[in-house]
């Protein structure tokens, strides 16, 4: 995922200097302006590497969500958007992409003050995936067409797929920049108005997204950004009778009450994922162990790991785990060390919330006490203790009915399990509610093609991990949830068909 970024080298203390002259928009963004909270309710969005208030963000309510899904159903009927020929809206993503590129730097330094993200990781993932997303998602715009019925000759039928309407965007934390354009572009590019509400703990990247949206030419109403906590002004959304889909990227527990919500209401569309417990299998015949515990470091102490499909669950066959586990400790230690997250040295910066640090260490203290080994780390970094932060973490002895075995842990915690043979890591692999992604080391064709088709998840890596393009789709099974993002199946989860029969 090392993609070259057109942006000039800072020092960390040019990163410092810049943070502090930085504009922090906190205000919703809603028909083409910036607009304070209807009741003037504000929280405070805190930088997780030192606990400073960045700024106030406003806070919105029912009466923000009314007003921001008005602008978007109202830009939606008058067609300027949701009508517009395909090419022109083309256009006017493609131009987007440019502007968004223009401002990568600053993209990359909100994101970073916002959630912890380390600065580098921002320039060299985030943005360039980001961008990746939105032009390859406008590139597509054209390519989106219905189809004409085998008939008899006196009958024309055909296919439309057409947009929704309004559709909520409600993203989470750990990529704001990211993840949000994973939900917006597909649904814009499918000529739909967005009312998007940021994650609360890292809200401020959106607000620049939807002015430089207007900028590049689109109408104004057609994507607005609500900010807000989950569970009033997400809820809110969710239960709005004129929002026509929820795109929903968080907890399994709040995309649970997104399904209820749309019951509740007018049985808007919904579409969810809601992370996961990936298994990540190595098999004694793997070919380069040092390589695959490469890979395994990043798929589990990546973004800290505060990733959904992190994969924290290593199953190693019996005979190799010892091996194993000390080249990962070896690869955490070299590649995933914790630092100022403004530096552009730094890999690992802080997780995104004392409460979410309190949350990790708490699932630490558990293995230990389920009799799990601890193998490095579990423990917050000397001389760091001002921030959020937890070093890389490995426990070996792990089984895998133990909570941190079972249950989504969103930190740098990596559980090591043996199995005696490929049949008993497949077993493994599948004794879970999620199902998100699972990846396999085997230079075996036939365990690999089996893992691949036996595995119960959304996406499979074989000799790699979290790898792919934006052909692939991104989603899960089980509880994992039921939505896709990237590809063209993304775009048209944001249309429904229309069939029409003629008779001439």
Same mark, same amino acid.
């Given at each position: 995922? &090392?993609?070259?970024?057109?942006?000039?080298?800072?020092?960390?203390? %040019? +990163?410092?200097?810049?943070?502090?002259r930085?504009?922090?928009?906190?205000?919703?963004?809603?028909d083409?302006?910036?607009?304070?909270?209807?009741? !003037?309710?504000?929280?405070?969005?805190?930088?997780?590497?030192?606990?400073?208030?960045?700024?106030?963000?406003?806070?919105?309510?029912?009466?923000?969500v009314?007003?921001?899904?008005?602008?978007?159903?109202?830009?939606?009927?008058?067609?300027? +958007?949701?009508?517009?020929?395909?090419?022109?809206?083309m256009?006017?993503?493609?131009?987007?992409?440019?502007?968004?590129?223009?401002h990568?730097?600053?993209?990359?330094?909100?994101?970073?003050?916002?959630?912890?993200?380390?600065?580098?990781?921002?320039?060299?993932?985030?943005? @360039?995936?980001?961008?990746?997303?939105l032009?390859?998602?406008?590139?597509? /715009?054209?390519?989106?067409?219905?189809?004409?019925?085998?008939?008899?000759?006196?009958?024309?039928?055909?296919?439309?797929?057409? *947009?929704?309407?309004? =559709?909520?965007?409600?993203? @989470?934390?750990?990529?704001?920049?990211?993840?949000?354009?994973?939900?917006?572009?597909?649904?814009?590019?499918?000529?739909n108005?967005?009312?998007?509400?940021?994650?609360?703990?890292?809200?401020?990247?959106?607000?620049?997204?939807?002015?430089?949206?207007?900028?590049?030419?689109? *109408?104004p109403?057609?994507?607005?950004v609500?900010?807000?906590?989950?569970?009033?002004?997400?809820?809110a959304?969710?239960?709005?009778? %004129?929002?026509?889909?929820?795109?929903?990227?968080?907890s399994?527990?709040?995309g649970?009450?997104?399904?209820?919500?749309?019951?509740?209401?007018n049985?808007?569309?919904?579409?969810?994922?809601?992370?996961?417990? &990936? @298994?990540?299998?190595v098999?004694?015949?793997?070919?380069?162990?040092?390589?695959?515990?490469?890979?395994?470091?990043?798929?589990?102490?990546?973004?800290?790991?505060?990733?959904?499909?992190?994969?924290?669950?290593?199953?190693?066959?019996?005979?190799?785990?010892?091996?194993?586990?000390?080249?990962?400790?070896?690869?955490?230690?070299?590649?995933?060390?914790?630092?100022? @997250?403004?530096?552009?040295?730094?890999?690992?910066?802080?997780?995104?919330?004392?409460?979410?640090?309190?949350?990790?260490?708490?699932?630490?203290?558990?293995?230990?006490?389920?009799?799990?080994?601890?193998e490095?780390?579990g423990d917050?970094?000397?001389?760091?203790?001002?921030?959020?932060y937890? &070093?890389?973490?490995i426990?070996s002895?792990v089984?895998?009915?133990?909570?941190?075995?079972?249950?989504?842990?969103f930190? *740098?915690?990596?559980?090591?399990? =043996?199995?005696?043979?490929?049949?008993?890591?497949?077993? /493994?692999?599948?004794?879970?509610?999620?199902?998100?992604?699972?990846? /396999? +080391?085997?230079?075996?064709?036939?365990?690999?093609?089996?893992?691949?088709?036996?595995v119960?998840?959304?996406?499979?890596?074989?000799? !790699?991990?979290m790898?792919?393009?934006?052909?692939?789709?991104f989603?899960? +099974?089980?509880?994992?949830?039921?939505?896709?993002?990237?590809?063209?199946?993304?775009?048209? !989860?944001?249309?429904? !068909?229309?069939?029409?029969? /003629?008779?001439?």
């Amino acid at each position: 995922m &090392s993609i070259a970024v057109n942006a000039a080298p800072k020092t960390s203390l %040019d +990163w410092h200097q810049w943070a502090e002259r930085l504009h922090l928009e906190g205000r919703h963004f809603i028909d083409g302006q910036f607009v304070h909270a209807k009741g !003037s309710g504000v929280f405070p969005t805190v930088n997780p590497a030192n606990q400073q208030i960045l700024t106030q963000v406003a806070r919105g309510q029912s009466a923000d969500v009314d007003t921001a899904v008005q602008a978007a159903r109202v830009a939606f009927q008058k067609g300027a +958007w949701s009508r517009m020929a395909p090419r022109a809206r083309m256009a006017v993503m493609l131009r987007w992409a440019e502007l968004i590129e223009k401002h990568s730097d600053e993209f990359a330094l909100l994101d970073t003050l916002d959630m912890g993200k380390p600065i580098s990781e921002m320039l060299q993932v985030d943005i @360039p995936l980001g961008l990746l997303c939105l032009r390859f998602t406008a590139e597509c /715009i054209d390519k989106l067409s219905g189809r004409v019925g085998a008939t008899p000759s006196h009958v024309l039928s055909y296919v439309l797929h057409q *947009p929704l309407g309004v =559709v909520a965007c409600i993203v @989470p934390w750990n990529y704001p920049f990211l993840m949000t354009l994973w939900k917006i572009a597909p649904a814009l590019a499918a000529g739909n108005s967005v009312v998007l509400k940021p994650a609360e703990q890292a809200p401020l990247s959106a607000a620049l997204l939807a002015r430089l949206f207007v900028e590049a030419g689109g *109408p104004p109403g057609v994507f607005n950004v609500v900010q807000g906590l989950g569970e009033e002004c997400g809820k809110a959304l969710a239960l709005h009778m %004129d929002v026509d889909k929820i795109a929903f990227t968080g907890s399994g527990e709040v995309g649970k009450l997104m399904q209820i919500y749309a019951g509740q209401s007018n049985m808007k569309k919904v579409t969810t994922e809601c992370g996961g417990k &990936s @298994p990540h299998v190595v098999m004694a015949d793997v070919k380069d162990l040092d390589l695959a515990a490469t890979w395994a470091a990043m798929g589990v102490f990546g973004n800290q790991g505060e990733v959904c499909c992190a994969g924290s669950r290593l199953i190693v066959e019996r005979g190799i785990e010892k091996e194993f586990v000390e080249a990962l400790r070896r690869k955490a230690h070299a590649l995933h060390q914790p630092g100022d @997250p403004l530096d552009p040295l730094t890999q690992m910066g802080p997780l995104v919330t004392r409460e979410h640090q309190q949350r990790v260490l708490g699932y630490i203290d558990i293995a230990r006490k389920e009799g799990a080994q601890c193998e490095l780390g579990g423990d917050v970094p000397q001389g760091m203790e001002a921030g959020a932060y937890v &070093s890389p973490t490995i426990f070996s002895q792990v089984n895998n009915s133990m909570r941190v075995a079972q249950e989504e842990i969103f930190g *740098p915690v990596a559980c090591v399990m =043996v199995a005696d043979d490929f049949d008993d890591a497949l077993r /493994i692999a599948n004794n879970s509610r999620f199902g998100l992604a699972a990846g /396999i +080391w085997t230079r075996d064709v036939d365990k690999a093609l089996r893992f691949a088709r036996d595995v119960e998840c959304g996406m499979v890596y074989v000799n !790699s991990y979290m790898d792919g393009d934006m052909q692939m789709p991104f989603g899960g +099974w089980k509880e994992s949830g039921n939505g896709r993002d990237k590809c063209m199946e993304a775009i048209v !989860s944001y249309t429904q !068909s229309k069939g029409v029969w /003629i008779t001439l």
